[in-house]
């Protein structure tokens, strides 16, 4: 089967990935002339990377580890640490650690949450756990469920106390969907939780040790390339043009730079876009089908990725951090935690700010401004006296719709890779899948879509020499 796949995100070209080696041939078109969409990087003027997103692999995705593996790239992962650092607001330049010994799960989880006496007491960590119980021995069912409730509602449902939310959940929030507590879905923060507290190694952290398009990227096109697929830059889809019974006649592609438009036929057609753009490009008759109306519910959240280089080492921590400041969500200094970003003399923080919504508009140097606030209180000792750290250069990339905005009732608008389009499907971390807008959520929907066209395809469905059956991978 030709099938072409409108997206060279992380799952579009996963979806590629696993459809030539199960035989077909992908044709992907990518409308920018960088790969990997959220995770797509930039070289300035010196040859320095900005990226579109800090980005953390964790050991609970179980899909994106198999992927590493199955490309020979594992060494490219640089796992640190097994342990979660938050700054300290009210001791500016300290910071709590929750550290996970080396023992099976949950132990090692409950023993990281009661040998941390920065952020809760004792009673608090116990409200906690009880509050949890539920989500632990219902499972998955039970965390669905919970998507009627922003998390604020659910933690106040369970009893927990305040304070739990203000020192732990307000950071944990932004660091899953850029939102705060009282607009998350409760299904979000408890999926992960439970994740991170069922698996031994859930909760571990690894970076990418270069940029994502070139590390990650680019060995994707290369395994899809050799095999006979292949990938097309700086070719947009513009449109999906119909036959009379609403299947996809062909795909359009907008000629750039004057050239003429093109059309694209196959087999089968994919979206690999995100959500926003998809809803905009879907044909007339499709709008009124119950399957694509609920994507009316699904939006892009507004998030800013920050970049600065400065003239001094400002930490030589080398893991991410929390930075539970109002303005911020994550950050880590590169130049400690990724090889090509490594400078031993200078650092470079790459920071998330988020919620974005205010800040989507204001000018680079307006938020820049209010960053170097933040960063005065979490590098207080490198900003006194007569030789104060100096900003080199910066980047501020921003994203006014990221990954879909994961507040309650979300999860009924999420799609599946399948439509009732029988020559068309849909990918894409929006899509359903059980690990929410994330990388490993991107991998495992290509995986889904490949799978659902070799089940629909049977017969043309041969696995290439040496490559096993499509397989998805559970924790
Ligand atoms: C700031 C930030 C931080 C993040 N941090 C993490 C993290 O730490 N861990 C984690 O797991 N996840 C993180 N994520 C989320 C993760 O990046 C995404 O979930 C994932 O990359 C989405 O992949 P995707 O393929 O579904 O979509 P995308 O990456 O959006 O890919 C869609 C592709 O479609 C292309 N496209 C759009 N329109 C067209 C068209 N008309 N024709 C052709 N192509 C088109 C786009 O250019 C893009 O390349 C972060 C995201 C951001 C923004």
Known sequence: MRVAIAGAGLAGLSCAKYLVDAGHTPIVLESRDVLGGKVAAWKDE??????????????????????F????????????????????????????RFDFPDIPAPINGVTAILRNNDMLTWGEKIRF????????????????????????????KQNVPPRVEKEVFIAMAKALNFIDPDEISATVVLTALNRFLQERYGSKMAFLD???????CQPMVDHVTEQGGQVRMKAPLKEIVL??????????????????????????????????????????????????KKLDGLEGVPVINLHMWFDRK??????????????????????????????????????????????????????????????????PDHFVGDDPAKLLKYKVVKTPRSVYKATPGRQACRPTQTTPISNFYLTGDYTMQRY?????????????TAQAIASAHPNSAAPAPGQK???????
């Not at 303005?327 to 470079?348: F, G, H, I, K, Q």
Request: aromatic letters at 10%; one cysteine or more; glycine letters at 6%.
């Open 46 to 67: 010196d040859g320095d990377w900005y990226e579109t997103g800090l980005h953390i692999f964790f050991g609970a995705y179980p899909n994106v580890l198999q992927l």
């Open 129 to 156: 756990g009880l509050g949890l119980i539920p989500a632990m021995i219902k499972g998955q069912n039970y965390v669905e469920e919970m998507d009627k409730y922003s998390f604020s509602e659910w933690l106040k």
């Open 210 to 216: 270069g940029a994502p398009p070139e590390r990650l």
């Open 436 to 448: 929410l807008a994330s990388m490993e959520g991107a991998v495992l929907s290509g995986k889904l």
């Open 243 to 292: 036959n009379e019974d609403n299947m996809v006649k062909h795909f359009v592609i907008r000629g750039l730079d004057g050239a003429p438009d093109e059309i694209l036929t196959a087999d089968l057609y994919v979206s690999a876009m995100p959500v926003d753009p998809l809803k905009v490009i879907l044909p007339q008759p499709w709008k009124q089908m119950d399957y694509f």
């Open 314 to 379: 400002l930490t030589d921590v080398d893991h991410l951090l929390f930075s539970r400041s109002p303005l911020l969500s994550v950050y880590a200094d590169m130049s400690n935690t990724c090889r090509e970003y490594e400078n031993p003399d200078r650092s470079m923080l790459e920071l998330v700010l988020a919620p974005a919504k205010d800040w989507i508009t204001k000018s680079d140097e307006e938020i820049i401004a209010a960053t170097m606030l933040e960063i005065e209180k979490l590098f």
């Open 469 to 475: 059956s499509l397989q998805t991978t559970t924790a």
């Open 69 to 96: 593996k199955e490309l020979n790239i594992e060494d490219r992962l640089q796992w640190k640490e097994h342990t979660m650092i938050f700054n300290q607001p009210t001791a500016p330049g300290t910071y709590s």
